[in-house]
Nanobody
């Protein structure tokens, strides 16, 4: 239903673009988001989007990460610039949230398998 790609290893200050390809049914979800989980840490919401174009970001990535969607390709993206070693994590896309604002991290029900991002110092 959700398939991430685009992860890799990059030096600090570099950029990556993650992609999340969705099935037709899943992409119709009004809420889609990116999360990440570093070893030994809890999963955290990184970027969120709503169908009205509203977006929200974790404070740690504001100004560096951008979430976007291509409706024709049924794909969501996460553009990541000025990457830092602390951005190293497995990144997951998520969709299908029932109830509550799309722009908060709680209640997402459909998840991809993840793509690894490693930022070296």
């Amino acid at each position: 239903q959700l398939v991430e790609s685009g992860g890799g290893t990059v030096q600090a200050g570099g950029s990556l673009r993650l992609s999340c390809a969705a099935s037709r049914a899943t992409f119709s979800s009004p809420c889609m988001a990116w999360f990440r989980q570093a070893p030994g840490k809890e999963r955290e919401g990184v970027a969120f989007s709503d169908t009205d174009g509203s977006t929200a970001y974790a404070d740690s990535v504001k100004g560096r990460f951008t979430i976007s969607k291509d409706n024709a390709k049924r794909t969501m993206y996460l553009e990541m610039n000025n990457l830092k070693p602390e951005d190293t994590a497995m990144y997951y896309c998520a969709a299908d949230k029932y109830g509550g604002s799309c722009l908060t991290p709680f209640g997402y029900n459909t998840w991809g398998q993840g793509t690894q991002v490693t930022v070296s110092s």
